[in-house]
Structure formats: C-alpha cells, structure tokens
C-alpha cells in the first residue's frame, strides 16, 4: 500500500532559522505532492503543490518544495522561519491521480509539528 | 468568497441523539468531502461527493450518513455515535468533480465534536 513518511515528527527552531521538513513517498508512478499547514486553531491550508513540470515549487508565505522523483521525496523548506510559522504541517501524495478511483484520494503523512521560538 | 462554512463549530452529544452537521461553500466547486481529524494525526477521509453523487465511501460506519441536498451543500447525520467519534469533523471542497488531478482543497474550519 501506498504510504507518506514524515522524518521529523516535532521541530523547535527559533526565529530566522532555516527550516527543512522531510517528505518521503513510497508510490513508483505518477503523483500529485502537496504541502498542508494548519495554524493553532485555523483550518487546514494548502502551502503548496506539484502537479507536473519544474520540480522545485513555491507556495506561500516564502515556502518552497523540491520533488526529487529518484528519491521519492518532496521536502519543504524556508530560508528564514518567523514565529507565526509554528503550526502542523502535513504531506500528502494523491497516488495514480490518473485512476478515476484515485484522484481524489490523499495519502497524508503524519505530520510535522513546528514551534517557532521569538 | 474563497471560504468553506462549517456549523455548529462545537457539538456535544450523547450516545442516544441524532444530530447534523451542515457544510456551505459557494465557490462552485463540484466536489465535497467529509473528513474526520484526531487531535495532532492527519486528517482521514471519510465521504466525496462528486457532482452531488456520493462517489466515496470510506467504508464509514453506517452511524454516519452523509447527504448532498444540491451543489453547495453538504451534510453529515449523526446517531447512535460511540465516544471514540469524538473529534473535528472537516469538511472540504475542491473545484472539479471529475478526472481532476492537482487539485486544491478547501477546507472549513471544523466542527468539534463530543460524545458523551
């Protein structure tokens, strides 16, 4: 079965500090990547996504992910975190979005909880 | 309005009542979904309705019973539920209802659910 790994499951970081959270997928097809965060108390957002094409993407809020197929991972990473970055972030793959049965369905990872120091 | 809209945000419930919870989004989006989030773990799907067609069932205890009245609705019937469905019910919606890859997600902000 298809499944989403998260190394990291807590990251405490203090402010300006560099951050990377790691995505690993096990799924050799087609995928579809996607970044999810969800603030203290707000709704689940979308960060970002890949679909197709340059593999390295940017969302919001200066996040940015690489897919890197040979590895199977899409890691998340910002250059400088602020404190109002602390939150839940969640991976998730839609695998064989090409199968009607499929495409809507996300493998979600299990996320990473980020707390940012001031 | 970019928003998904969840009422009530908190419920409490015992074991013996029926209750509903009622999703709104007026985006045009054409596909809905039920999902069900512990606190800290992913969210887990549970329904998709796709052009008002119940498309997915996560083979969801019957105690659950979803329901589609037209495009921007969605609701979740509630009886008979055990303590263990306490948790945050989320509601999501996503523009195109078929063959659509790369979608985004809508998310509301959830109703809290408890049982007692």
């Known amino acids: 079965a298809q499944s989403v790994s998260q190394h990291n499951h807590h990251v405490i970081l203090s402010e300006a500090a560099s951050l990377e959270l790691g995505c690993n997928y096990s799924?050799?097809?087609?995928?579809?990547l996607f970044w999810y965060v969800q603030y203290p108390g707000q709704h689940l957002q979308l960060l970002l996504k890949?679909?197709?094409?340059d593999p390295l993407v940017k969302g919001i809020k200066g996040f940015e992910a690489e897919f890197i197929k040979s590895k199977f991972s899409f890691n998340l990473r910002k250059p400088s975190v602020q404190w109002s970055d602390t939150a839940e972030y969640f991976c998730?793959?839609?695998?064989?979005?090409?199968?009607?049965?499929?495409?809507?369905?996300?493998?979600w990872g299990l996320g990473t909880s980020l707390a940012v120091n001031p | 309005d970019t928003e998904v809209t969840q009422t009530p945000k908190h419920l409490v419930m015992g074991m013996t009542n029926k209750k509903s919870l009622k999703c709104e989004q007026h985006m045009g989006h054409r596909a809905m979904y039920w999902y069900k989030q512990k606190a800290k773990k992913p969210p887990e799907l549970m329904f998709v309705?796709?052009?008002?067609?119940?498309?997915i069932n996560e083979s969801v205890p019957s105690r659950f019973s979803p329901e589609c009245p037209n495009s921007s609705l969605l609701n979740l019937h509630l009886h008979a539920l055990q303590p263990e469905d306490s948790a945050l019910y989320l509601c999501a919606s996503s523009q195109r209802g078929q063959g659509a890859m790369g979608e985004k997600l809508f998310f509301g902000s959830g109703t809290q659910l408890s049982v007692l």
């Open positions: 998730a793959v839609n695998a064989d979005p090409y199968n009607a049965g499929n495409n809507r369905k996300l493998i």
């Open positions: 309705y796709s052009y008002e067609k119940l498309s």
């Open positions: 890949y679909f197709s094409g």
């Open positions: 799924y050799g097809g087609t995928v579809n």
